[in-house]
């Protein structure tokens, strides 16, 4: 039976091959072991069109989970960073500051 979101079978057919390699290159992407990939990979053959839809779902949250949480300790870091040159910046304009009214 032809899934209702297809016109024809063809379509289905394109769609399912399409489907099948952004599953396969999210499943390449995963941070785990190769083991897991290669049986995710056998298992994936029997899925049904639903079956690999919401596993696509699935995958594509967990990879911008993941994506996201690289993005979030990078600025976490890069803030950091900021946040120290701000403050031996703040400490060096008050030695400066003190060395004037010393002076004074």
Do not use: C, H, W
Not at 32 to 38: G, H, L, S
Not at 75 to 99: C, V
């Amino acid at each position: 039976m032809i899934n209702n979101k297809y016109s024809n079978q063809t379509d289905l057919i394109q769609y399912a091959g399409e489907l099948g390699k952004k599953i396969g290159f999210l499943i390449a992407g995963l941070n785990i072991p190769e083991r897991a990939k290669e049986a995710l990979f056998l298992i994936i053959e029997d899925f049904s069109l639903d079956q690999l839809e919401r596993l696509n779902k699935i995958l594509e949250t967990r990879l911008i989970s993941e994506e996201t949480g690289f993005i979030e300790d990078e600025l976490k870091i890069e803030l950091e960073k900021i946040k120290n040159d701000y403050f031996k910046g703040e400490e060096k304009l008050n030695l400066e500051t003190l060395a004037k009214l010393n002076g004074v």
